[in-house]
């Protein structure tokens, strides 16, 4: 087991996993993706590309056994957006939702990153929405991803 928590590989995680995914072509969904806010998403979402902001969201730390095994539970952000310049790019939302769901059903533990031992979608969080941005409407889809690791305090571990 760690000593520590290690929050930034997991959104680091989130983000490898996000950019990984592929159609069942093999194209892939997203253009760029990243952790925090992309300043000018423009370039990324033109004509039928995609991007994707990934974001930290609940945070949440406690005692889970005794010798100071800690859990800490955290939910992520991932923000998909793509162009609403017709009907047709702005429909591939729908593709983006089904290609982006899958990997996070299929994937517990997030390749074992850090001591993470359980990663899933939280039930009834998608959202399909219209964000504005850089000056236009973008058509977006948003869902949150809840994640949990262990990690123990370090020797001499938790003091009365």
Known sequence: MVNTPNTPAIGDAIVSYVQAITYPDTTPVYTYVQ???IKD???YVGGSKACAEVYGNDDASEHH?????ICDEQSWYILSLCSLDTAQTARQIYAI?????QPFQKHATLGDVGSVYDARIKSGSGKFLRVYRNGQEYRAHLIEITTKQLWQVPFPGVTA
């Not at 056994?65 to 095994?69: E, H």
């Not at 939702?97 to 769901?101: G, I, T």
């Open 97 to 101: 939702r089904d290609a982006l769901v």
């Open 41 to 43: 998403v423009t370039d």
């Open 65 to 69: 056994a005794f010798n100071g095994v």
């Open 35 to 37: 952790l925090e806010g």
